[in-house]
C-alpha cells in the first residue's frame, strides 16, 4: 500500500501566484484532511471531506483559498493569489471513520515557499 | 488554534535513557493522540488512548492520560538514536467534531 500520496514535494513560487497541491488518499478513507503546517509548530486544520463533502472548513482562509474532493477519492487544494505568509508545509491526511477513533495517516507534505 | 501543549520544548538525552514527553489540554475529550515526525516528513501515528483509558502501552512506549489533570505524557523506554524526532499530541475534543487539534511538539534528540 503506498500511503497517503501528496504532489509536488517541494514548491518555490513568487507571491501573487496561484499553487495548486495533490492528494490521494490510502484506498477505502473516506475521510481527507488538509493541515497546514508553520514552521516549529504543530499542524492546523484547514478543512476535512467526508467523501466528496466538505463538513468543516471554519479554518480555511475562502478568500484565497479552495478545495475539492471529486468523486470523493483524489483532492486538491488551491491557494491564489499567494501570499509571503502561506509559506508553510501543507500535510493531507487521511482516516478511515468520520471519527478520530483511528489514527490518521499522513502524507510527507508538500513544502511551499512563497518569495 | 492550539489545544495541546507539549512540555519540554525540546528534550537531549542519551541512547539507552528514557524520554517522557508531557502534553496538557484544555477541553474535554474522546482520545488523545500521539504522533511522531521526523524532519521533512509526515506524521506518524503512534498510539491513541481513549478518555476511559488511563494507561496503555505499545513496544516501547508508554502512554497514561489524567482526564482530570487534562494531562498526558509518552514514555519512550530505552531510548534509540533512531528515535530522534518531533513529537506532538493531538486532541479528539468533544465538541470539535471530529477535529484532531494539535500541540506544538516537543523535540526529541537521542545521542548515540
Known amino acids: 500500500e503506498a500511503g497517503v500520496v501528496q504532489s509536488p514535494r517541494y514548491k518555490i513560487i513568487e507571491k501573487k501566484q496561484p499553487v495548486a497541491f495533490w492528494c490521494n488518499p490510502i484506498?477505502?478513507?473516506?475521510?481527507l484532511y488538509w493541515y497546514r503546517q508553520n514552521l516549529g509548530q504543530g499542524p492546523e486544520l484547514l478543512i476535512r471531506?467526508?467523501?466528496?463533502?466538505?463538513?468543516?472548513d471554519s479554518q480555511l482562509p475562502k478568500d484565497r483559498f479552495s478545495a475539492e474532493r471529486l468523486k470523493g477519492v483524489d483532492s486538491t487544494l488551491k491557494i491564489q493569489p499567494a501570499e509571503l505568509g502561506d509559506s508553510a508545509v501543507y500535510l493531507c491526511?487521511?482516516?478511515?471513520?468520520?471519527?478520530?477513533?483511528?489514527?490518521?495517516?499522513f502524507g510527507s507534505g508538500t513544502r511551499l515557499t512563497v518569495v | 488554534s492550539q489545544q495541546g501543549e507539549e512540555d519540554p520544548q525540546a528534550l537531549s538525552i542519551q541512547e539507552g535513557e528514557n524520554a517522557t514527553m508531557n502534553c496538557s489540554y484544555k477541553?474535554?475529550?474522546?482520545?488523545l493522540q500521539w504522533y511522531r515526525q521526523n524532519s521533512g516528513r509526515g506524521l506518524v501515528h503512534l498510539i491513541l488512548?481513549?478518555?476511559?483509558?488511563r494507561e496503555k502501552h505499545s513496544g516501547r512506549l508508554r502512554v497514561t492520560l489524567d482526564t482530570s489533570k487534562k494531562s498526558s505524557s509518552l514514555l519512550i523506554t530505552a531510548s534509540r538514536a533512531a528515535d530522534t524526532a518531533s513529537y506532538f499530541c493531538?486532541?479528539?475534543?468533544?465538541?470539535?467534531?471530529?477535529?484532531?487539534?494539535f500541540g506544538e511538539g516537543t523535540q526529541l534528540t537521542v545521542n548515540p
Open positions: 491526511a487521511s482516516s478511515l471513520t468520520t471519527r478520530a477513533n483511528y489514527g490518521y495517516t
Open positions: 484506498s477505502g478513507h473516506n475521510t
Open positions: 471531506y467526508e467523501n466528496e463533502e466538505a463538513v468543516d
Open positions: 477541553t474535554s475529550i474522546n482520545n
Open positions: 488512548i481513549r478518555s476511559n483509558e
Open positions: 493531538a486532541t479528539d475534543g468533544e465538541t470539535s467534531g471530529s477535529r484532531l487539534t
